[in-house]
């Protein structure tokens, strides 16, 4: 089993959909999670960081993390032809012992159709 | 533009053959990350360099081996290749080493081992 499981999807939605993008984990130590956005050919582009539970917004974008269910989202409201991309959850650990490497999920390949 | 920089772009080589893949971190950053990127795997952590020193290991083969020099710019170096190796090479930096530390990508290096 991976550390970190994500619907590879793909999810497809009208222009203006809510979009619930979901992650699960297994390591109760991770204390970081990120949410990346990667376009076709390019290198993932950092969204949402939040350390440990809660919800943080930016803009269109929420990132939710519920550790005792260890379980990650990403909420886009209002979604645009533009936000059509690969999705990728990423955790990480705590403390000065660590590395800091980031574990991924699979990546949820989103379209959005005009 | 993360302000990391991979080259080259992309790579065409035959199975047994070397290449050396070159990132530059950003401005200030200390810590470079390389990371796998294939259809099956997803993203994949390999090697972490901390102000020179190797800091952790993770799913890299023996025929792989990186280096980060003097002037923080990083090497991966990728022997005996195979055609599983095609994937894409991402570098990552941040400032530290320790997890938290949120790593900025580069755009990669398209691998293609024919």
């Known amino acids: 089993q991976k550390e970190v499981e994500q619907d590879p999807g793909p999810l497809s939605v009208p222009e203006g959909a809510i979009v619930s993008l979901n992650c699960t984990y297994s390591n109760s130590a991770f204390q970081y999670f990120m949410w990346y956005r990667q376009y076709s050919r390019k290198g993932p582009e950092l969204l949402m960081y939040?350390?440990?539970?809660g919800n943080k917004e930016d803009g269109r974008f929420t990132a939710q993390v519920d550790k005792s269910s260890k379980y990650i989202s990403l909420f886009i409201r209002d979604s645009q032809p533009s936000d059509s991309a690969t999705y990728l959850c990423a955790m990480s650990v705590m403390g000065s012992s660590n590395t800091g490497k980031l574990i991924f999920g699979q990546g949820t390949t989103l379209q959005v159709k005009p | 533009d993360s302000g990391v920089t991979q080259t080259p772009k992309h790579l065409i080589t035959a199975t047994g053959q070397r290449v050396t893949l070159r990132c530059s971190p950003r401005s200030g950053d200390l810590s470079v990350y390389w990371y796998q990127q294939s259809l099956d795997q997803g993203l994949q952590f390999l090697i972490q360099y901390y102000n020179g020193e190797e800091r952790a290991k993770g799913n890299i083969l023996e025929r792989f081996s990186a280096q980060q020099f003097p002037d923080l710019h990083s090497e991966l170096n990728l022997s005996s290749l195979e055609l599983g190796d095609s994937a894409l090479y991402f570098c990552?930096?941040?400032?530290?080493?320790?997890?938290?530390?949120?790593?900025?990508f580069g755009a990669g290096t398209r691998l293609s081992v024919l």
């Open positions: 990552a930096s941040s400032y530290s080493y320790t997890g938290g530390n949120i790593q900025y």
């Open positions: 939040t350390y440990s539970s």
